[in-house]
């Protein structure tokens, strides 16, 4: 009867409407009754008389009403309704136990939520690129497993003897100033061959690069920077800016031709470029492109670019890797001198996320853990408390309520408490993960995407649905056998202990007590991990220090002007009250920026390539061991004459412990020399040991350096470091005032 | 005639709404109260319904979209809900009664069969 779709829609709508025609049958039913009572006062009889005559023939006014308003219902709902309500009343009435049990379940989702954005933000995300899952990069590595990056011949034979890869593209870091405006401005970059567009999926209004720009000056903008800068003007495409830019022929401004614009923000790959002032990564935007165009006759001795490079549709990685094997291995016959160097084909998303993978893992299952115990103790309270209302379940089963819905009612109660549990455990993941922000590891830039997005909550929701049912199954279940126990007496019947109910509280009690020792063991561990780390000493002081990047426009000035102002801005923090030293170094310790350079050493012959001499170089200002606290093992550090670098005086450098150690073993390394270059043209020498310093990190070993005075190495744009013993006073301030005219 | 007085014949849900449907079709727009006294004129006191289940039957045709509701002005200038059949009503009643005669030709039939057996 009614099934069709018309009688479905009306009676959707009517319950709609319900308390609407709810509140009219009740006028009508009123008016019917009056009028009824009405004619029998007309018919003789008196006031009460005629109204208890009405109600008799009109029959049960309230009965009536009720049909037509259960009419109006759909049954189910209405009983589904019911018992949501009266269960949260119940909780209402506890709110000791509700309290208990929402907060518990509130910390074990809370904590599983703040892992999984973080899996989330790293593992599961599709990375911001069209095509992402084809996207791979292609590591090369040396034979100690170094990351090195690579040449632009060697990228031209990749290109033209693998066939796995739809494109093949090398991108390094750039930056360039564009002038003009209210204020010039540094923009973040990416010098890349023309396949970058391709491998990337970046659509462009305009058009790349092709090979008819060899050679010219031109450039492809990014979205963000057309539209805040140039304020989306749409005829742009085909202008020509003034950038500086690094130019080896002219000092000044060079014009760029606009090529054209990216119709999106496209985000950073990962990049491993060497000088650089702000790191960009994956989540910055890339402001724009400059052209970097190979073939097999460029320069092959200079490895400078990262690689990306799409799979073509059906090629799996393994395939991909054995193809590069096998280049690799024919490039090694052909070029000796690049033999023990091997290729890595890795998804893109394994080279940005890392290895968090396993520490991801553990976290979620130890967060899981939590959650467990969490659910195993509520389950427990549930289940007490489901005892106690032994008599009511017994008077609902003698009403005639059936068994399932009682159960049922149990169910509810606990899932509600564990829907609240889970809106207070997102709200308190929320706020952890904005505590944990500042403390993020910077190696894992995804990490800062980390945020409560639809996924995520989407999680919360199902954890706290599954969390409810967990608890509240068990409980329920045993309630709902209750009734056929004993009798409903005054005090309730005496609670012997059955069988059942002391197995399932024992199971709970084991399985908790299970979880947390494992629990504490893992964390026991992993604070001795964090111990051991703490321990090890870089090997500097960096306490009470601070830092300043400071940077001259590219090109503006000759590179000697550099070394000039670095001794300027040196003075100057030096002269400010709070600080007790000041020195520069080009790229700050425990970041990456500095340069490496390779050549020849006095008194060490190397038995094959890969002895062959490498350093990382420290360009320094003279007060640097000093006010870095490193100590001096040798000789001496570098002062004020080795800095002002007259002509005919010899370059003194300074190399670190494990230099000497390395290429000078159980020698005196005072007064040898060290040439760069292959052959080398350029000679240094050595006039003072250092300490070693970690500069790649607590958990690196500590780098091979070669100390630089800056005159040697002027190209170097300069960051400055400053310690300061005194907490007061905001001194990055000051210090812009004072060096601001320039 | 006396003894109907008395008589409460038990009326089937589905023949009270074909009752409705008739009294609206007949009489036009009717209040419940109107439905309720017209039923009882035309059954000259035999049948004694409970009033209030002409709601139901009411609530029940509004749902299959046989009557529909609006509010009007009744007799003593009251305002007061109306009832009227729809097109669809109108089928649905000529079905009814169409099924209804014939059952009741067949009862006829049949009675009157089993009174002359002996």
Known sequence: MGTNPITLLTRLRFVWLRRRLDNEARRELSDHLDLLTARYIQSGLTLAEARAAARRQFGNATLTREEVYRMNGIQWLDGLSHDVRYALRHLRRTPRFSGTAVLALALGIAASTAIFSASEALLLRPLPYPDNERLVALRSLSPEHLYERVSAATLADWQLQTSSFQAIAGYRWYSVDVLGGAENERLKGLVATPEFFNVFGVTLVGRGFLEADRGRRVIVLGHDVWRRRFDADATLVGKTLALNARN?????????????????????????????????????????????????????????????????????????????????????????????????????????????????????????????IACADVAMLALARALARHREVTIRAALGEPRWRIVRQFVFEVMILGLFAGGVGVVMSFFAIEWARPWLPASLPLLREMTINTTVAGFAAISALLAGCLTGIAPALRAGRTQSEGFVGREGVGLTPSRRRTSLVRACVAGEVALVLILLVGAGLLVRSALHAWQIHPGLDASNLLTMNVSLPENKFTWNHNAVFARRVVEAVRALPSVSGATVIQGLPMRSGSFYDSGEIEGFVPRSDTERPAWRIRVIGSDYFNVMRIPIIRGRGLDARDEEGEVGYTRHVVVSASFADRYWPGENPLGKRIGVGHPSTWWMTVVGVAGNVRYGGLEADPTVDLYYPQTLFPQAAMAASQPLFSDTSPPAGCCVETLGPH | MESSR?????????????????????????????IARRIEQVSQDVLKLNEGTVYTALMRLQHRRWISASWGVSENNRKARFYAITTAGRRQLAREADDWNRIAGIMARLLGTAAREP
């Open chain 1, 248 to 372: 080896f022929r002219q000092v000044g401004p060079t014009p760029h031709v606009v090529l054209g614009v990216a119709s999106a923000a496209v985000r950073f790959p990962p990049l491993t470029a060497d000088f650089q002032l702000d790191l960009a990564t994956v989540v910055d935007t890339i402001d724009f492109w400059v052209p970097a165009f190979v073939s097999p006759s460029s320069p092959r001795q200079n490895p400078e670019l990262d690689i990306v490079a799409k799979l073509r549709p059906g090629v799996t990685v393994a395939q991909a890797q054995a193809e590069m094997d096998a280049v690799v291995a024919q490039q090694a016959k052909q070029y000796p001198e690049s033999s023990g160097l091997r290729v890595r084909v890795m998804p893109l998303r394994e080279q940005i996320a890392g290895t968090s993978r396993t520490g991801l893992l553990l976290l979620s299952l130890g967060a899981w853990m939590l959650l467990f």
């Open chain 2, 6 to 34: 008395s008589t409460r014949l038990e009326i089937l849900q589905g023949t009270l709404d074909l009752m409705v449907l008739q009294t609206l079709e007949s009489m036009g727009p009717l209040h419940g109260y109107g």
